[in-house]
């Protein structure tokens, strides 16, 4: 849903978390999951605010946004080795998954995949602009063109010619029914990037 790259992830989660509420089907609360830093925590309480309207003068309350969480999974070493994780709900409601193991999984995808987010490199995006490009186009070939096995799913007809249909997570989501291809996403209408 949204990415940003800067010197810290303090300082670059309010602009993700924003950008997120901002992206989401009527602005409606998410579940996050995050480790223990604080800039998520503030951030998340920030923006997930909506006015109440009172009737009275004045600006109107804020309470926090419906279905909106924060969930952090703190990791606890000794010596280098993770020995315990503790889960602490921050903002409503627990989730089913509470870990940060996807978002891991994906920036190691991410770091495999772009030269420009390996340590020691040549490949260097110095511009910001070129991180976004790098990593917009990661992020959507990797959730948009490329299946991924753990979300196959059985065909509908038991007599298919294969044991498992193929997805994407846009499949799985319901964003859309195929898997694309380079040839769909280049030849698709953009809309003219915000701010311009």
Not at 6 to 34: F, H, I, L, M
Not at 38 to 65: E, F, I, N, S
Not at 79 to 91: I, P
Not at 170 to 187: Q, R
Request: charged share 25%; with cysteine.
């Amino acid at each position: 849903m949204a990415w940003a790259a800067g010197p810290s992830e303090d300082a670059v989660a309010p602009t993700v978390v924003a950008q997120t509420r901002a992206r989401t089907a009527g602005q409606a609360g998410r579940p996050w999951v995050s480790d223990g830093r604080g800039g998520y925590r503030r951030a998340v309480r920030r923006v997930y605010r909506d006015p109440v309207h009172t009737g009275r003068r004045g600006r109107p309350p804020l309470r926090p946004t419906p279905r909106v969480g924060l969930v952090q999974a703190v990791k606890q070493r000794r010596g280098g080795r993770v020995v315990r994780l503790d889960v602490r709900v921050v903002v409503g409601d627990p989730v089913p998954c509470p870990y940060t193991v996807h978002v891991e999984r994906l920036n190691g995808v991410l770091r495999d995949r772009l030269a420009c987010l390996t340590r020691k490199t040549h490949a260097f995006a110095k511009a910001e602009r070129t991180w976004d490009a790098a990593v917009g186009l990661a992020v959507f070939e990797h959730n948009w063109l490329r299946p991924h096995p753990a979300l196959r799913q059985a065909p509908p007809h038991p007599a298919a010619p294969r044991r498992y249909d193929p997805r994407t997570p846009a499949m799985a989501i319901g964003l859309t029914g195929h898997i694309w291809g380079w040839e769909e996403f280049l030849s698709q209408p953009a809309p003219p990037p915000q701010g311009e």
